[in-house]
Structures are given as C-alpha cells and as structure tokens.
T-cell receptor, first 117, second 107 residues
Framework: DAGVIQSPRHEVTEMGQEVTLRCKPI?????LFWYRQTMMRGLELLIYFNNNVPIDDSGMPEDRFSAKMPNASFSTLKIQPSEPRDSAVYFCASSTLAAKSSYNEQFFGPGTRLTVL | RKEVEQDPGPFNVPEGATVAFNCTYS??????FFWYRQDCRKEPKLLMSVYSSGNEDGRFTAQLNRASQYISLLIRDSKLSDSATYLCVVNDYKLSFGAGTTVTVRA
C-alpha cells in the first residue's frame, strides 16, 4: 500500500505567487483532510471532505486558500496569492467514516514543506 | 478555551523511566479519543486508541477520565526510540489535535 501521497515534498516560492499542493488519498478511504502545522499554532485542520464533498472549511484562514476534490483519488489545496505567513508544513490525511459521524484512524501523508519568501 | 489542551513539556527522562502526561478536552459529549505520535519532521502516526475502560499496548497505557474530561498516556520502561511528540486527539465530527507533549528519553 502506497499510503497517502503528497506532492511536492518541498516548495519554495516568492510572495504573491500561486501555490498548488496535491494529495492522493489511500484507495478506499472516503474522507480527506488538509492540515497546516507550524511551531506557533500546532496542527490546524483547514478543510475536510467526505465522499469528495467539502464538509467543513471553517479552518481555511482566508479567501486566498481554496481546496478541491474532483474525484475520490485526488485533491488540491491552492494558495493564491501566497504570503510569507503561509510558510508551514501542509499535511493531507485520509480516513474512513465510522459510526456516529466520527472517524477511524487518519493516515497522514509525508507533508509538503512550504516556504514563501 | 481550546478544544484540546496538553502540557507541551518537554519531559526529559532517563531510559527505563516511566513518564506520564495528560490531555484535557472541552466537549463533555466527546466519545472517541486517540494518541498520535509525531517524530521530528515527520507526519503524525496513530499510537493507540483510547477506550473507556482504559487500554494497554505493550509499554503504553491510555486512560480516560470522563468526569474530569482528560485522557492520559503512560509510557513504562521508556526507550530512546520513544523520544517524540505525542498528540492527543478528540474524535468528534472531526479530529481535534492538541499541540503535543514532547518527550525526550536520554541514555
């Protein structure tokens, strides 16, 4: 099993540029999550999808951030325009829905380390 | 109040020692909890689920105290390889992660 795949693993860009992060969840998982991790704020949930449908995007910091899941095997997180404060590690995770709207174990991808200069 | 709060540590312990730490959660209706482990510059990985009756997995023991709304993790006979950040997770309609407790085991 390949696990959750994220690309790129590292991204360095300049302020104002568009950044697109990609994620391929584990086959058969019907839930996908995007997180951001920084030293100051820890691990923050940005948005999550169930069956390709966005359920809660309240963690998306601003309109500069957008996420899509066009099919069960692919999701993107886009930042446009990027700013230095967006520098962080962005994790994608996938899971399956358990009973009572809770989740089974989440499997995380290796993350994308984003640096915005 | 944050949904999940943890003592950030660090807990510096010698090999073979026992270390324990807690995590408090704000939603009294929460039913499901996990402990995840995160190594430096790596992704979080599930360490163990936390069951109402408490559960043990080798040298690791997790406990849940619903009345006081906290969960705990105890590590016995700690190894150098146990050095990591331990994330407390509340599993409601989404997963809420604590900021993590850092444990460093020294030789």
């Amino acid at each position: 099993d390949a696990g959750v795949i994220q690309s790129p693993r590292h991204e360095v860009t300049e302020m104002g540029q568009e950044v697109t992060l990609r994620c391929k969840p584990i086959s058969g998982h019907n839930s996908l999550f995007w997180y951001r991790q920084t030293m100051m704020r820890g691990l923050e949930l940005l948005i999550y999808f169930n069956n390709n449908v966005p359920i809660d995007d309240s963690g998306m910091p601003e309109d500069r951030f957008s996420a899509k899941m066009p099919n069960a095997s692919f999701s993107t997180l886009k930042i446009q325009p990027s700013e230095p404060r967006d520098s962080a590690v962005y994790f994608c995770a996938s899971s399956t829905l358990a009973a009572k709207s809770s989740y089974n174990e989440q499997f995380f991808g290796p993350g994308t380390r984003l640096t915005v200069l | 109040r944050k949904e999940v709060e943890q003592d950030p540590g660090p807990f510096n312990v010698p090999e073979g020692a026992t270390v324990a730490f807690n995590c408090t959660y704000s939603n009294s209706a929460s039913q499901s909890f996990f402990w995840y482990r995160q190594d430096c510059r790596k992704e979080p990985k599930l360490l163990m689920s936390v069951y109402s009756s408490g559960n043990e997995d080798g040298r690791f023991t997790a406990q849940l105290n619903r009345a006081s709304q906290y969960i705990s993790l105890l590590i016995r006979d700690s190894k150098l390889s146990d050095s990591a950040t331990y994330l407390c997770v509340v599993n409601d309609y989404k997963l809420s992660f604590g900021a993590g407790t850092t444990v460093t085991v020294r030789a």
